[in-house]
């Protein structure tokens, strides 16, 4: 079974504070992604890499940024956190084809005070 | 302007009948739609996709059905269990590009 695991579940930060969200997975995929989900606006995409040490901006890149340095773990930084940025954070991973399913993390649930 | 969209924000539907979720899209150029199931405090998982050389695809319970010319999407879930009370995503990909719906809830009713 695959399985990506998210560092935290819930984490509270202050405005201004550097935040940082690691997501590791164990089946060697190619694809790792990261989207926030909130209410009414499903899932949006921020940033994807499709290998290491690449990264491709999503739809709402604006205020974070991304690393992946090994192949299983891929990283979500928010500079300087703001409020706007409290919201549920999702990690996937597919295999290779852009179009393969996504594997989830459980979320981290992120609150900018 | 959101090019998937899932109009019904929730769903009540009896034990043991059929649960019909839809999903509109906008661009024709989308070719592969996957639907995706998620519990609350949970990531969602997988449930069953199709190709748009197809107009149906079977997966025990799960059937889905794409109509090409009406740009529509539906997720049959027959018959439904209890366990299938999840919030419901539909997702298509295209020229690099991941749509999401905004998710219909899904309740069934015992």
């Known amino acids: 079974d695959v399985k990506v695991t998210q560092s935290s579940r819930y984490l509270v930060k202050r405005t201004g504070e550097k935040v940082f969200l690691e997501c590791v997975q164990d089946m060697d995929h190619e694809n790792m992604f990261w989207y926030r989900q909130d209410p009414g606006l499903g899932l949006r995409l921020i940033y994807f890499?499709?290998?290491?040490?690449?990264?491709e901006k999503g739809d709402i890149p604006e205020g974070y940024s991304v690393s992946r340095e090994k192949k299983e773990r891929f990283s979500l930084i928010l500079e300087s956190a703001s409020t706007n940025q409290t919201s549920m954070y999702l990690c996937a991973s597919s295999r290779t084809g852009w179009w393969d399913e996504q594997f989830f993390g459980p979320g981290t649930r992120l609150t900018v005070l | 302007d959101q090019q998937v969209k899932q109009n019904s924000p929730s769903l009540s539907v009896q034990e043991g009948r059929i649960s019909i979720l839809n999903c509109d899209y906008t661009n024709s150029m989308f070719d592969y739609f996957l639907w995706y199931k998620k519990y609350p405090a949970e990531g969602p998982t997988f449930l069953i996709s199709?190709?748009?050389i197809k107009d149906k695809n079977e997966d025990g319970r799960f059937t889905v059905f794409l109509n090409k010319s009406a740009k529509h999407l539906s997720l049959h879930i027959v018959p439904s269990q209890p366990g299938d009370s999840a919030v419901y995503f539909c997702e298509t990909d295209s020229n690099y590009q991941l749509i999401w719906g905004a998710g219909t809830k899904l309740i069934i009713k015992p």
């Open positions: 199709i190709s748009s």
């Open positions: 890499s499709y290998d290491v040490k690449m990264k």
